[in-house]
């Protein structure tokens, strides 16, 4: 995973107000506003960037 290129996709999402990702974990956390965007939104970003993604719980 490459932080930078993940966190410019999904930086790119309209109502994505923070985005932190880490290489170590293999994470990112994500701020957004869930009337401007979805979860769905913020995975197709990464998938189409190369990195597919899902949610952790």
């Known amino acids: 995973?490459?932080?930078?290129?993940?966190?410019?996709?999904?930086?790119k999402v309209v109502g994505v107000t923070e985005v932190k990702a880490v290489l170590d974990t293999r994470s990112a956390t994500v701020s957004f506003d869930d009337e401007q965007t979805s979860i769905q939104a913020l995975t197709d970003a990464t998938a189409n960037a190369g990195y597919p993604s899902g949610v952790k719980e």
């Open 1 to 11: 995973m490459c932080p930078i290129t993940v966190e410019a996709a999904l930086n």
